[in-house]
């Protein structure tokens, strides 16, 4: 029996309860691929504007939840608000995405943690309205970039192929990259345990760039942290449920399953079936739909939901994407999702 | 006993030998980072004309051998050779990268295999070139881009983060896409039996976006084609090695190895160590530095030079980078690596 506390289908999954049909929401379902978004982006100034502004924010991340009748709610925001919030300097520009003063060894002394607290007071905000607007069966979704990640964007200052810029500086000068890292893991505790006291339900860990991590530092840099962010946390906040999501993990994602301390993990689109089985025999897991095979629909997307729902239907799923939903996206194509993976059971 | 004609260490290692210390060259060895042959390039024009120009071509493959004295020169030239000499589009523009008039489904049959054999003859002459002016000590290596990956180029008209194209187009009208493969299929065939007609010792096929692929769709797409065009290769020339890199495979690396009929398998710098010696226990393996380790230079690279060594060297490993060498690498790393991997063995 669930505990009468897991009002929400996505909570009994974390929990470790196999549902047929699985919850559903998609990674980025709050997006520029929703007119009713795009029109509430454009009331909204900047970017950051928007993700500091609680009643745009807050409709934000409903209108998905509202349109397509999701399980879960994940708050409407941007992983670069931390280092915003650390007193980095974040920029959006339209067409450009993100651009950031690239930081060096020098500037972490500068960053701080109590700037940030009262930085992000309005994301708690959001967080707050969103819950109250929301009935116990539906989840909301805390969430914040994995160290690693932001720490990419902050020693490269926009995004990249190859992120030479911190990959270079954490072989340079190992201790002062480490006090970056640091600092993020710090600081993505107090920004998720904040999240947390205001509402939110459960915490993703979004880990973009993982991929491009070889081993030894894919342990040091994207497990590690994890690791400490989860212990952290659940020290704070007993019955957290943490989701993490290693992107391009690849052959190390059953380490990450193993070490981190995480409730559940999140598959990319190219982890393989198999793959993605073995990791839920330990935990459970959410994914991995590929966001174009949403962007093409039709019948090609339908079967491959039906074989991902029968891959993971024996253990705790969540179903999702593999990665953020695109842009061009046809809003027809996430209803049919939703009705397929709320269809009929798989045979 | 090795057989008398394998006369280079790359040769003898893709036949299974194990040497320490491991021949070694560097993907994008003939590039940018050397000033050499930036002069070089100033002199030739375009891009694609300085492919197809073979004094310049050669002097751009064997510049890199001269400098580091490596075990073996590859051919400069680029996988989009193929789709200009079927007839697509294709331009470089400074800074820009390629671009291609986009192909879809109507454009496949207006393709033309007969064209692209007359179209590419100057990169044939450059490879007659090149071997007669190398010792039989130094390999010659051939290659192309595996058919996944040029058609990505093709269909994208660029490339992308997500070649929502390419993946799109597979999924909404598969027959269509699948002629465009076996049209590459069988160029990518005709290409490298050229090349090896010309003095190629060995071909290289690089799939440098075989891990945007799901599990399904890499089956498909990412080995199939790969296992056609070796066993055809090999029908024309039973001696030919051929070593694929199927970059960002992850945890689908293992089946690349088993099923596509390749003799060595390059491995990306994602790759765990553990995860190279599994395929390692079938076939040679090479790689795989991470490029950005290699531009960083110092301590870091030379002991992870080490810890490469020391996981293969009980096994045929061809040692290289996981990725092509970045353009701002400052050649005095590139040398002190050659000195680093033909060290004293390690223990």
């Not at 600092?183 to 760039?209: N, P, R, S, Y």
């Not at 939901?305 to 194509?333: K, V």
Request: hydrophobic share 45%.
């Amino acid at each position: 029996m669930p505990s009468p506390t897991l009002q929400s289908n996505l909570l009994r999954v974390l929990a470790g309860e196999a549902l047929d049909p699985p919850p559903v929401w998609l990674m980025r379902q709050a997006g520029r691929y929703l007119p009713e978004y795009r029109a509430l982006r454009a009331k909204a100034g900047g970017f950051l504007q928007f993700c500091y502004a609680p009643e745009l924010a807050a409709e934000a991340t409903l209108q998905p939840v509202r349109r397509f009748d999701l399980d879960a709610a994940i708050l409407f925001s941007d992983i670069l608000v931390v280092p915003d919030g650390l007193g980095a300097r974040v920029d959006f520009r339209e067409g450009e995405g993100p651009v950031l003063e690239p930081t060096g060894a020098k500037d972490v002394d500068r960053l701080s943690l109590r700037r940030m607290r009262a930085h992000l007071a309005p994301v708690y905000e959001t967080v707050a309205r969103v819950r109250a607007s929301l009935p116990p069966s539906k989840a909301l979704i805390g969430f914040a970039g994995a160290p690693w990640t932001v720490a990419c964007y902050m020693a490269e200052g926009k995004t990249s192929r190859d992120f030479a810029a911190p990959k270079a500086w954490l072989w340079r000068d190992p201790a002062s990259f480490q006090a970056l890292i640091d600092l993020l893991v710090e600081a993505t505790i107090e920004h998720l345990a904040a999240q947390i006291e205001a509402g939110a339900d459960c915490v993703q860990l979004f880990d973009t760039w993982a991929g491009i991590l070889p081993d030894a530092e894919f342990r040091r840099y994207a497990i590690a942290p994890i690791a400490r962010i989860a212990a952290g946390l659940k020290r704070r906040h007993s019955g957290t449920r943490i989701i993490g999501f290693p992107r391009g993990a690849g052959a190390m994602l059953e380490e990450y399953a193993r070490k981190t301390g995480v409730d559940a993990v999140g598959l990319d689109y190219g982890i393989p079936l198999e793959a993605g089985r073995a990791v839920q025999a330990r935990l459970p897991v959410q994914g991995n739909l590929d966001p174009v095979l949403l962007l093409a629909g039709g019948t090609a997307m339908i079967d491959r939901i039906a074989e991902i729902r029968r891959a993971f239907s024996a253990g705790p799923h969540i179903f999702n994407l593999g990665h953020g939903i695109l842009p061009p996206t046809p809003p027809e194509h996430f209803a049919a999702l939703v009705d397929a993976v709320r269809g009929a059971a798989v045979p």
